[in-house]
Every structure is written in structure tokens, then in C-alpha cells.
């Protein structure tokens, strides 16, 4: 690059700086207010590399913390507990929001499908211990509703929720009772967002329902899916109420997981160092996340996520 | 645009070091002057102070948890007559009751600790080895007031000569309250041995089918003491970590443990044990004692054996719930119970002793406020006796107590108030065969590997009651398992 | 553009079999918070399910209406949700805003500044003491400003912007609009329904909050509903409230409901936003 063609860049950039000035401007504060509330806190992250207690530290002693947790084996199933439980739950809760966003779509008597709209939204207004309580007297081994329809047919009744067996899909069967239907508003409001004249399009072509949706609907909706799943990619390590509030001690081998463990050592019992270091673990690999995310979107939609 | 990024960077850690240098003394300071000067700077200001040495604080600031009384009860009349008749000017912080030793740790590890803060014995020991709490017991040896307090409940609290506390009140312990109505119903005496209890259990079985005979909040507890339910099938075996002639060893594998295990297991298979014993939380097991659920539920003596006959008579008013006394094989839990601590950083620890701690029990006003509150607001007198008057929160309740209760009063002192019977009758039962569970000492060994093994512990004894697993090989297994770590906490507590 | 379809058997086949599909999908949905909202209504012992209350009593509403301890986290949940809404939707705005600003100087540093904090953050004990340091613990704003500042939604929010049309930019420019009048005359008409399902995201959110209220605040006036729920539902061996007459139960039951009820009445009006969604999408594709 000459010293001239530099210049005008700079000039260039100048013209531009000047243009968007006002927007730095409403920016500022919101920038502010995330360096205050985001950005000082992550100075925290030094705490990973000293013992921190209540009444000791912070000492500084090095690598000791992850050395520690990387040899301990609550840590390490907790780490493919949260891997195993996220992942899934993140596949299924596409998936279905999906389908069910479609078969909504489809229904024709609007009466009906606002009904139905307003009904599956009501459990995402419960909050996880509220929800957390009601499945768990209605997975009661005794007297609870699931089980006593099992008794019907004769079969022994199942402890659902202390069961290492059971307790993954009993897990994820919640999850998705709390928020598929939460999970279908984009997608909807996605779909509207099609154009008519690409159906009436289609349906000249000769095209039936399905044809419509595998032709028309999915590939409108693929932009949403995409940003959704890479947004949601992002909150795969962060998963931590709705397990916390459904974990006992009986399956803790399926059910710990990071943040859950991160709560208990360090809120808890207090080891902030510790538990820092394992935050930062945490945070590292959903960075690791985001890139893949944001490469796979690159290939996918041509663009990055943002 | 790559100058622009360089300058936010340099922007943002000039923010940091701001940041830092803001919050970072204030923390430092409190945690890092050793208590020797704190107390030294008050000895100096002695001098030119009141008649007996002891500075008069301005203000104290206490955190409490939700055992004192709640703001919309009436928080503040007791703030305002403290100062009236002190004073000084009480601020009181009270978080969220489910999450308060989250907070305290929170409080103690940023430089924000109180001047004194009600605590449990587990927290206290663990601060005071610690070095975050003040050791009283000096002040305590030439305090008058508080020497009329039961010498065995201080005598528990004690920690290598220290004391880090004054006990709020008697520790209490859990009884085992039973359905006396269906006891009735069978034609059943109130049991008194292993077998008449496991005959009572039977009994209670045959009244239907929706009837679980014995409930319980877990096999063993999470907090200290952790062996306080389930004593009946127990008996002698403590799950925990216990000194045996002077040494500490792991209950667990003590021999008595085995057939503990057997009676449990049986129990259990026979039916008679909530078969959601795992996932009950306390609330769970008093909600199917309250609803008519279950015949037999292990819970804290004195003010429950009056909510919970209370509660169960407003669904079923033919019922009754009564606490038993223990059956012969064992005896019930106390726990040493919880404290009011005075922290190092406080500045005036000898005032906050004085004006707070002696004044709580000074068997006259203070106790009374600390106790029932304010006259014409919590309780009235008529004819010499103290009445409840509604409370603040809710007019259709009597007010209840502040912070100390009379059920669990540690100086004899008479309020003239009548305590509900049931209450009485729980605290009696409890008193007549008990034994105090011995608080594990504190060591960072044990903040460290003690959760772990507590998790062993239970994943054990469910494997082993739910017939997963042998006694022998759960046994096998839990000692494997737990090896490294129960000999690291052995060692560390036989030093 | 449904009318003009050909129906076919298999159509309307399939339209049964989605209805039905949906009926069952109700039930499992209902059945549960209809029990929550029975057993509330109900003193008496209840077993497997049961819809209809056998011992009706509103006593326990009752209970909470004159319970200060009770009706006050309500409004201190109502104020914290309409006014933390409010903040959060315009930080997600302007934000968003920012962000579709394709060409300006320094918007890939922001994109990477905001989505930076999606993924790391301090922690517990470092946010207490930023908090501390400027003075917001204890006051409401140390719940409402971290939580306002949702990425996930900002991102959202910028989706929702860049369905505008450009034309609508640049005729705007060339009547000499300032960038900050674009945003209120153009953007945020525009973008109704974006602000209507996001505002409920937030306030969702804001509503169930709890973590941020007993680790930042300690003072119980300003706890909300979620805090004293959670104090009914899990346990708490509170000695202070020990006297509720009412079974526990029936209380837990009542609280959950009283906590569901403001979204009954919200949520059609937001939902009006859901149903008519983002019909420019297409005009941009």
C-alpha cells in the first residue's frame, strides 16, 4: 500500500467515523454499562490461579487449581454429564419445536390454534422449582399419577427420579414439557414472515401440503434454525436450574453438572478459587462452541452469525 | 479502526485498575489486620470511656437468619425499642433463609462481616478455627449475666478452650412424633421397644393403601448431625465419623453398623419406609405427616409438636399427632445448637458483648424483647400472664417469637408465658433419653473431601436398603471408594 | 392463503390427526397446572390426580392477600419486571441497532465486545464486589442491569432490525433525519412485534429471577415473589412463620398460582405480536 493510498484510507475512515459519530454516542452508555457490569467482574477470572476462601487468600498458587480439577472425577463426569444432558436437549428441543411449529402452522381453525398457542406457552412462566415440584409428586412412587396407571396395567411402580436408569429421559421429557412450546414463537413468527406469494407459487407448480413445507417452509425457516442452534450452542455449558432443581444425590452420576458442581463447591462450600478455575474451564470450552458455531454458519449461510 | 480497538483496550483496563483499586482495600483491610491490634485500639480508647471500660458502640450490625422475626412481623418495633432502651442503633441484615451461609460465606470472603451473626455449630467451628470470629470466652469467664446460662451448653460449644458463640438457646433434638389416633384405632400401646415399633409400623400399614407407615427426609442428613433421624433403626450405629475411647474413626464401618443395615433393609422391604425416602426434603415428610399421609415422622421437638398436631387437625380434625419417647434400644440427637457470634471484625467487640449479647439475657427487658417482643405490639400482660396479641403480618396469627424462644430457654428465665403443651410434651420426651451428637472438628480436610464421602455414604446405604447390593459388598464398596479420602479425614482429626 | 388449496383425502386426513395430535398435546400440558390450580382450591388430602377439589376453601388466597410477608414481593415482582423490562428492551435496542450499522467504523469490535460476555463472566464473588464498588447492592438495579444485558436477545433484536427494508433507511436519510430519529420514527414502529415477544422474554426472565435477588440484595422488603415462592415450595424450617394455619400445601399451590396469574392477563396482548409476526421479512429476501 503507497502512503497515498493510505491517506485516503484514512480520510476515508475519518468521513466514516464522522458519519456514525451519533451512534457511538447511543452507544456509549449501553458500553459503559457492560464494562461495569460484565467486563470489571472478569478480572475475577485471576481468582482461578489462587486458594480463595472466606477467611484465607486470595493466595496466589498457580496452576494448582486446575491441576486439581483436572484429576478429579466428580469434575470430569460432571463434564460429560453437561456435554451428554445440553447436547441432547439441544437437539430435541430443535427438533421438536420444529415439528410442532409446522403442525401448528397447519391448523386451520384459528380459535383452535390460538388455544392451542396460549396453552403450551403457560409452563414457561413456571419457574424450574415450581415445575420441579409438580413432576414430582405426579412421578411419585406412591400415589403419584404416572405410577398409578402403570399399576393399572400391572406393572410395578417406578421410582422415576432416583432411578439411574430413568432419570435422563424423565429429565428430558421435563425439559421439553416446560419448553417446547416456548421454543415454537420463532419459529412461528419466522413463518409468517414467508412470503404468500411463494405458496400461491407452488401450489399453481401443482404442489401439495408436504411439498410446500419441504420446498417452501424448511428452507425459509433454515436461517432461523441456524441462529437459533448457534445461539442456543453458545448456552450448552451454562446448563444448571433445571438440573439442580430435579438432581438428588441417588443419581448424581447422570445428573451433576458443571454448574452445579460449580455451585455446591463454590457457593457453598466456599472454594472460590477452585470453582473459578473451573468456571474458566467452563467458559473456554462454550468458547470453543461459538467458533464451531460460527464456522459451521459461515459454510451453512455463507455469512458469520453476526 | 485498529488504533480505535487499541484505544477501548487501554480504556478497559484503565477501568479494571479503577475497579480494583475501588473495591480492593475495603475487602483487605478488615480481613488482614490481625484481631490483636482491633483489640488493642479498643483497649486504648478504654480510657477515656464509661464506668466499667466498655465502650458504648454507636450502632451494631447483625445478620441473622429466618429464625429471627421478619420484617412485615414487626422487625423494626424491635430496631426501635432496642435503641430506646440501649441506645444504640441495630441493623439488622437478614438474606433469604434457604440461602444464608451461602451469603455469610459470601460477606466473610469480601471484607462485608457483620459485627455478630447468628450461626449453625458446623459454620461457627469452621470461622473460628479460622480466625473470623472472636473468641468470647474470656469475656464470658467475668460476665455474671451470662454465667446463669446452662454451663452444658456452653461446655458444648467449646473448641479447643475457644468459644466462638453464645448459644441462642438449648440445641434441641429430633423425637419421633406418631399418629396417636391410629395408635388408638389398633388398640396399640405407645411403643417401647425395636419390635413393638415394627409391630406398630405393621399396624399402621393395614389401614390402608395409600398409608406409609414411616417417613423420612433421607437415610441420613446433610447437616451436622447427620445420624439425627431415622434413631429407631439405628439404634447404637452413628453414619458419621465419631470418637471411639478418644479416636476418631469412621461410624460407618463400625460393626454395630451392620445390623443397622439389616433392620433397615428389612424394614423397607416389608414396606413399611416411604419408598421416596431419597427424594423427600423435610417440607415433603410434614406435609404427608400433616395431610394423613404417614403414621410416623422423626422432626424437631418443642414448637413442632404443636404446628404439626395443629396442621394435621386442620385436615383432619380426628387426628393427633404426639411425640413418643425413645424405645429402649436407643436414645434420641441434640445437637449443639446455634450461636450468636461476634466477628474480628468488629470494632468493638467488647461493646457488642456487653450491649447485645449480656443484654439478650439479662432475664429482665432485653431478654423479654429479644424473646416476645414489645409490649402493646407482640404481647400483652393480663393478670401476670403474657399474652400473643395478633401478629403484624397476618391478624388472623398470634405473633410469633423474636429470636430466642421460650421452650429452649437457657437461664431459667419466666416470662410468664404458658407454653402450648404439645410442646412441653415434645421437649419431655426428647429430654428423657438423649445424647448429644459430637460435631466433627473443622479442618480443611474435611471442607475438602467431606461432601464427597457424605455422597458415598448415601449412595450406599440406598443401594443397600433398595436391595441393589448386598450388605457385605455395599459395604465392600463404600470402604474401596472412600479409602483415600476417610483416611486423609481420619488422619487430619487424630493429629 | 390457505383458502385456495386443493383438498385432497390426505389433506384432510391429516388435518384430523393434527387436531388430535394437538388435543393430546393439551391434555399433557393442562393436566398438571390444572392439578396445581385444584390443590390450591382444596384443604383436603388429595392422591394421583384429581382435578376437582373436594374440600373447596380460598382460604389460602385469603392467606396471601393479608399476608404482607406475601403481597408485598408481588409488587416488588411487578415493579422489577415492568421497569426492568423496560431498561432491558431499550439497551437490546439500541444495541441492535448499532449492530446493523454494516459499515461503520469499529462494528466488528462491538460484535465481538458483546458476544465476548455471552461466554465468560467473573463470577460470584468478583460481580459483588464491581456491584459494591459502585454502590448498587442492595437496590434493585443490582437485578435489573445484569440481567439486562442479555446477548441472546440483543442478537435477536438485531435479526428482527435487519428484516427493514433498507429503502426505508435511505429515503429517511435524504429527508435529513438524525440516526436517533430513525430509531424512534422508523425502527421501533417497525418492530412492534420484535419488541413484544423480546419484552416477554425479558420479562419472564425478570419475573422468575432469584439468584441475583438473595446474592445481591439483603434486604427482605426488596425480595420478590420468586424468593418468598421458593421459601414455600423448598422446605424451610422458618420457626418465625410456623404459625400458617392452612396446610402447606394448599399454600405452596396458591403461591404458584398467584405467580402464574400476570402472564394470564399480559400475555394475550403480546401474543396479538406472535400471531401477526414480522411480515417484512420478506420484502429484504
Not at chain 1, 432416583?162 to 414463537?185: C, H, M, Q, S
Not at chain 2, 450490625?61 to 414487626?74: K, Q, T
Not at chain 2, 422432626?299 to 383432619?316: E, I, P, R
Request: aromatic residues 12%; proline residues 4%.
Amino acid at each position: 500500500m503507497t502512503k497515498e493510498q493510505r491517506d485516503k484510507q484514512d480520510k476515508g475512515l475519518k468521513v466514516q467515523i464522522k458519519r456514525y459519530t451519533p451512534f457511538y454516542i447511543m452507544f456509549l452508555p449501553v458500553f459503559l454499562l457492560f464494562i461495569v457490569i460484565s467486563y470489571l467482574p472478569m478480572f475475577g477470572v485471576l481468582l482461578s490461579f489462587t486458594e480463595y476462601t472466606p477467611y484465607s487468600g486470595p493466595n496466589f498458587i498457580g496452576l494448582e487449581n486446575f491441576k486439581e480439577l483436572l484429576l478429579n472425577s466428580r469434575f470430569i463426569s460432571s463434564f460429560i454429564n453437561t456435554l451428554k444432558l445440553s447436547l441432547t436437549n439441544l437437539i430435541l428441543g430443535t427438533i421438536t419445536a420444529i415439528i410442532i411449529a409446522l403442525l401448528l402452522n397447519e391448523l386451520r381453525q384459528k380459535s383452535f390454534k390460538k388455544f392451542v398457542q396460549t396453552v403450551i406457552y403457560l409452563p414457561h412462566f413456571l419457574s424450574w422449582i415450581v415445575v420441579a415440584s409438580i413432576f414430582t409428586i405426579i412421578l411419585s412412587p406412591q400415589g403419584g399419577a404416572i405410577n398409578l396407571i402403570l399399576e393399572q396395567f400391572g406393572f410395578e411402580p417406578i421410582y422415576f427420579l432416583a432411578d439411574n436408569k430413568w432419570w435422563t429421559p424423565v429429565y428430558l421429557f421435563i425439559v421439553r414439557w416446560k419448553e417446547t412450546g416456548w421454543a415454537t414463537i420463532i419459529y412461528l413468527a419466522a413463518l409468517t414472515g414467508i412470503s404468500p406469494e411463494l405458496y400461491e407459487a407452488a401450489m399453481i407448480d401443482g404442489a401439495g401440503r408436504l411439498k410446500q413445507v419441504l420446498y417452501i417452509t424448511l428452507p425459509s425457516l433454515l436461517v432461523t434454525i441456524l441462529i437459533v442452534f448457534v445461539l442456543n450452542l453458545a448456552k450448552v455449558m451454562n446448563l444448571f436450574e433445571s438440573v439442580f432443581v430435579l438432581q438428588n444425590d441417588m443419581v448424581l452420576n447422570k445428573a451433576e453438572v458443571i454448574s452445579t458442581y460449580v455451585f455446591k463447591v463454590g457457593i457453598r462450600q466456599a472454594d472460590y478459587g477452585y470453582s473459578t478455575a473451573v468456571g474458566l474451564f467452563k467458559s473456554l470450552v462454550s468458547f470453543i462452541f461459538v467458533l464451531a458455531g460460527n464456522w459451521g454458519s459461515k459454510k451453512i449461510k455463507g455469512e458469520a452469525l453476526l | 479502526m485498529k488504533k480505535r480497538t487499541k484505544g477501548l483496550m487501554l480504556f478497559l483496563v484503565v477501568m479494571s485498575i479503577f475497579g480494583l483499586v475501588a473495591c480492593g482495600p475495603k475487602g483487605e483491610s478488615t480481613k488482614d489486620t490481625p484481631p490483636n491490634t482491633q483489640q488493642k485500639e479498643t483497649n486504648e480508647e478504654k480510657e477515656n470511656n464509661s464506668s466499667d471500660g466498655v465502650e458504648k458502640p454507636s450502632k451494631i450490625h447483625i445478620m441473622v437468619d429466618g429464625s429471627f422475626m421478619l420484617p412485615e412481623a414487626g422487625q423494626d418495633d424491635i430496631v426501635k425499642k432496642y435503641k430506646e432502651l440501649t441506645g444504640i442503633d441495630l441493623e439488622i441484615t437478614q438474606p433469604a433463609h434457604n440461602q444464608y451461609y451461602e451469603r455469610v460465606n459470601l460477606v466473610f470472603a469480601t471484607g462485608d462481616a457483620p459485627d455478630a451473626l447468628a450461626l449453625d455449630i458446623a459454620n461457627m467451628y469452621k470461622y473460628g478455627s479460622n480466625g473470623a470470629l472472636y473468641d468470647l470466652k474470656p469475656l464470658y469467664d467475668q460476665s455474671e449475666v451470662l454465667r446463669s446460662l446452662d454451663a452444658n451448653a456452653i461446655e458444648a460449644m467449646l473448641l479447643d478452650g475457644k468459644l466462638y458463640g453464645m448459644p441462642k438457646g438449648d440445641g434441641n433434638g429430633s423425637v419421633t412424633y406418631i399418629r396417636k389416633d391410629w395408635l388408638d384405632q389398633l388398640g396399640l400401646e405407645v411403643p417401647t421397644t425395636y419390635d413393638e415399633f415394627l409391630n406398630m409400623l405393621r399396624g399402621f400399614k393395614t389401614l390402608g393403601n395409600e398409608i406409609i407407615p414411616y417417613t423420612s427426609p433421607g437415610i441420613i442428613y446433610d447437616e451436622y448431625p447427620t445420624y439425627i433421624y431415622n434413631r429407631f433403626f439405628f439404634h447404637d450405629a452413628i453414619p458419621e465419623f465419631i470418637p471411639v475411647n478418644g479416636e476418631w474413626v469412621d461410624g460407618m464401618l463400625e460393626p454395630e453398623m451392620i445390623p443397622a443395615l439389616e433392620r433397615l433393609r428389612d424394614a423397607f422391604t416389608e414396606g413399611l419406609i416411604d419408598k421416596e425416602i431419597i427424594t423427600n426434603k423435610t417440607s415433603t415428610c410434614r406435609d404427608k405427616m400433616t395431610s394423613g399421609m404417614a403414621g410416623v415422622f422423626n422432626y424437631w421437638a418443642g414448637q413442632w409438636g404443636k404446628t404439626l398436631d395443629d396442621n394435621l387437625k386442620a385436615t383432619d380434625p380426628t387426628g393427633e399427632v404426639v411425640a413418643m419417647p425413645a424405645i429402649k434400644e436407643t436414645s434420641y440427637i441434640e445437637r449443639v445448637g446455634f450461636g450468636l457470634s461476634v466477628t474480628n471484625a468488629s470494632k468493638n467487640p467488647e461493646g457488642v458483648f456487653k450491649y447485645l449479647l449480656e443484654f439478650m439475657y439479662d432475664k429482665s427487658e432485653g431478654q423479654m424483647l429479644f424473646t416476645h417482643g414489645v409490649e402493646g405490639i407482640h404481647y400483652e400482660m393480663k393478670n401476670g400472664e403474657l399474652f400473643k396479641m395478633p401478629s403484624k403480618a397476618n391478624a388472623t396469627q398470634a405473633a410469633g417469637q423474636v429470636f430466642l424462644l421460650t421452650e429452649l430457654n437457657l437461664n431459667n428465665f419466666d416470662d410468664h408465658f404458658k407454653i402450648d403443651e404439645r410442646i412441653v410434651d415434645s421437649r419431655t420426651k426428647l429430654k428423657q433419653s438423649v445424647q448429644v451428637g459430637i460435631p466433627v472438628p473443622p479442618s480443611a480436610v474435611l471442607d475438602k473431601y467431606g461432601a464427597d464421602v457424605q455422597i458415598l455414604r448415601k449412595e450406599m446405604l440406598v443401594d443397600i436398603v433398595y436391595g441393589r447390593v448386598s450388605i457385605e459388598d455395599g459395604l465392600e464398596r463404600y470402604k474401596e471408594q472412600s479409602k483415600d479420602k476417610v483416611a486423609k479425614i481420619l488422619e487430619e482429626l487424630n493429629k | 392463503m390457505k383458502k385456495g388449496r386443493k383438498e385432497g383425502i390426505g389433506s384432510q386426513i391429516f388435518d384430523m390427526v393434527n387436531i388430535l395430535f394437538f388435543i393430546l398435546i393439551l391434555i399433557a400440558m393442562l393436566i398438571p397446572i390444572l392439578k396445581v390450580l385444584s390443590d390450591s382450591l382444596d384443604t383436603s388430602v388429595t392422591h394421583g390426580i384429581n382435578l376437582i377439589p373436594k374440600n373447596f376453601s380460598l382460604i389460602a388466597y385469603k392467606t396471601i392477600l393479608t399476608n404482607s410477608g406475601l403481597y408485598r414481593p408481588f409488587f416488588v415482582s411487578i415493579y422489577t419486571t415492568l421497569f426492568g423490562t423496560f431498561i432491558a428492551l431499550f439497551i437490546s435496542c439500541i444495541t441492535a441497532y448499532v449492530l446493523i450499522q454494516k459499515e461503520m467504523p469499529g462494528r466488528n469490535f462491538i460484535v465481538k465486545f458483546v458476544m465476548f460476555t455471552m461466554i465468560f463472566n467473573g463470577g460470584l464473588v468478583p460481580t459483588y464486589l464491581v456491584l459494591r464498588g459502585f454502590k448498587l447492592l442492595n437496590t434493585l438495579w443490582a437485578v435489573i442491569l445484569p440481567l439486562s444485558l442479555n446477548v441472546y436477545n440483543m442478537i435477536l433484536m438485531k435479526n428482527f432490525f435487519e428484516q427493514i427494508p433498507e429503502s426505508l433507511f435511505e429515503s429517511a436519510n435524504l429527508d435529513g433525519c438524525t440516526p436517533f430519529q430513525v430509531f424512534i420514527k422508523i425502527v421501533l414502529p417497525l418492530s412492534k412485534p420484535a419488541l413484544g415477544s423480546i419484552g416477554l422474554f425479558f420479562a419472564v426472565a425478570f419475573w422468575n429471577e432469584f439468584f441475583t435477588y438473595v446474592m445481591y440484595i439483603t434486604n427482605t422488603s426488596k425480595y420478590n415473589f420468586q424468593v418468598k415462592l421458593r421459601e414455600l415450595v423448598l422446605d424451610s424450617t422458618n420457626m418465625a412463620s410456623d404459625n400458617v394455619i392452612v396446610n402447606l400445601k394448599t399454600m405452596q399451590n396458591a403461591a404458584i398460582v398467584v405467580a402464574i396469574l400476570p402472564f394470564m392477563f399480559v400475555y394475550p396482548f403480546c401474543q396479538k405480536y406472535f400471531v401477526t409476526g414480522i411480515t417484512m421479512g420478506a420484502v429484504k429476501e
